[in-house]
C-alpha cells in the first residue's frame, strides 16, 4: 500500500490514495500502522476516496491512530486538499467541496503549502454535540473525581470540551484531559481543548484528543476554542490559535455564519506499507 506521510503544524497523517475502491482496514492493522515504533507512526489515517455525495469531488475517511473511525480532522482535510492538488486533481484558489464521515467541507488551496476550509457553522445544541445537559449553555459543570470544572461544549463534525485556563504548563492538565475526554456525558467521547486568552485576536491551546491522545495540533479544536470563547463574546471574529506545532487562523461572524480555518500543510515522506 503506497502511502504519503504528511502533516499540518504537527497533526500527522498517512494518507492513502483509494479513489479507485474504498479503504478496508481493521482496527489492529490501522493501530499497527499508526504505531510510532513498529509502523509508520500518526495520529491519523486519512483515505481519498472517490466521493458519495454527488456534489463533492471527493470524499475523505478519518481513522484515530487507536483504529477508531472519526467525523472531522480540521488539520487532515487541509493535507488532503494539498494532496489532491499535487495529484493535479485540485487548481489553485478554486472553491471545491469535498465530503467527509460528517459531511461535506469547503476547501480553496491558496498555494502548494496553505490551504483554507469552510467548516461548516459551530453546533452548541448538546443533543447534537452529542453532550449530557438540559438546555444550550455558554458553559457547563463538569465533575470530574473531587473536582468540578466549567467547560464549553460544540461540535465542529466531531465533539470538543473547552475549559479556559490560565496556564498550558500546569501539570494537573495532563490527568484533567484524559478525564475529559472520556467524561461519561459525552456520549461519543470529547477532544479536550485547554485555552490561553493572550488576547481578544490570540490564543494558545493544547488539546487532547479522543482516540489518539495530546497532540501537536488539532485543527477543529482550535475552530472549537474560537467558537465556544466568540459565544461568549471573548474574542474578535478573526483569531490566531497558537498550538504546539504552530498557527492557525480561524475567523467566525457568529451565529448564521460558517466558520473558516486557514493554515498549513506539507509533505514529509512517501513510501510502501505491506497492508
Known amino acids: 500500500m503506497r502511502f504519503s506521510k504528511m502533516h499540518g503544524i504537527g497533526n500527522d497523517f498517512v494518507v492513502v490514495d483509494a479513489r479507485q475502491s474504498p479503504l478496508a482496514l481493521a482496527p489492529e492493522r490501522i493501530r499497527a500502522l499508526a504505531d510510532r515504533h513498529t509502523g509508520i507512526g500518526c495520529d491519523q489515517l486519512l483515505s481519498v476516496e472517490a ?7 471527493f470524499y475523505y475517511g478519518i481513522w484515530n491512530a487507536d483504529g477508531s473511525p472519526s467525523g472531522q480532522c480540521g488539520n487532515g482535510v487541509r493535507c ?12 489553485l484558489d478554486a472553491p471545491v467541496r469535498i465530503e467527509s464521515p ?8 491558496l498555494d ?3 490551504v483554507t476550509v469552510d467548516m461548516g457553522e459551530p453546533v452548541f445544541e448538546p443533543a447534537r454535540i452529542p453532550f449530557q445537559a438540559d438546555v444550550s449553555g455558554t458553559t457547563y459543570p463538569l465533575e470530574l ?3 468540578s470544572v466549567e467547560v464549553g461544549a460544540v461540535s465542529m463534525g466531531n465533539p470538543h470540551a473547552v475549559l479556559v485556563v490560565a496556564d498550558l504548563t500546569d501539570p494537573a492538565l495532563e490527568r484533567l484531559g484524559p478525564q475529559i475526554t472520556g467524561h461519561p456525558r459525552f456520549a461519543q467521547n470529547a477532544n479536550a481543548g485547554f485555552v490561553q486568552i493572550i488576547d481578544r485576536g490570540h490564543l494558545r491551546l493544547r488539546v487532547h484528543e479522543r482516540g ?3 497532540t501537536r495540533a488539532c485543527g477543529t479544536g482550535a475552530c472549537a476554542a474560537m467558537a465556544v470563547l466568540r459565544r461568549r463574546g471573548q474574542v474578535d471574529e478573526s483569531v490566531q490559535v497558537d498550538l504546539p506545532g504552530g498557527r492557525l487562523q480561524v475567523d467566525w461572524s457568529g451565529p448564521g455564519h460558517t466558520l473558516w480555518m486557514t493554515g498549513p500543510a506539507a509533505f514529509a515522506f512517501e513510501g510502501q506499507w505491506p497492508a
Open 51 to 57: 466521493p458519495r455525495d454527488p456534489s463533492c469531488a
Open 80 to 91: 488532503v486538499a494539498a494532496w489532491l492538488h499535487r495529484a493535479g486533481a485540485l487548481a
Open 102 to 109: 460528517s459531511g461535506p467541507v469547503g476547501v480553496r488551496v
Open 112 to 114: 502548494p503549502q496553505r
Open 145 to 147: 473525581g473531587t473536582r
Open 212 to 214: 489518539a491522545g495530546w
